[in-house]
């Protein structure tokens, strides 16, 4: 997914350098939406996670 956002942003600049403002506008949006997407479910997953059980037996 991380990937995904990188794709767009990279599409984004380089739209943005040729002077393509409406694709790279839409480019960014786009990247934007994926990344914060990405960042929800990471946080969402470390936090339904199981916390790692420490044994002190020897």
Same mark, same amino acid.
Do not use: E, H, N, Y
């Given at each position: 997914?991380i990937? %995904?956002?990188?794709? !767009?942003? +990279?599409?984004a600049?380089? +739209?943005?350098? !040729?002077? !393509?403002?409406?694709?790279?506008? &839409?480019? +960014?949006?786009? +990247?934007?939406?994926?990344? !914060?997407?990405?960042?929800?479910?990471?946080?969402? %997953?470390?936090? &339904? &996670?199981?916390?790692? %059980?420490? &044994?002190?037996? %020897?």
């Open positions: 997914m990937r %995904s956002a990188i794709m !767009f942003l +990279a599409i600049l380089i +739209a943005g350098i !040729f002077g !393509f403002g409406v694709i790279a506008g &839409s480019g +960014a949006v786009i +990247a934007q939406t994926i990344f !914060f997407i990405a960042v929800v479910m990471l946080l969402v %997953s470390l936090l &339904s &996670s199981p916390p790692a %059980s420490r &044994s002190i037996d %020897s």
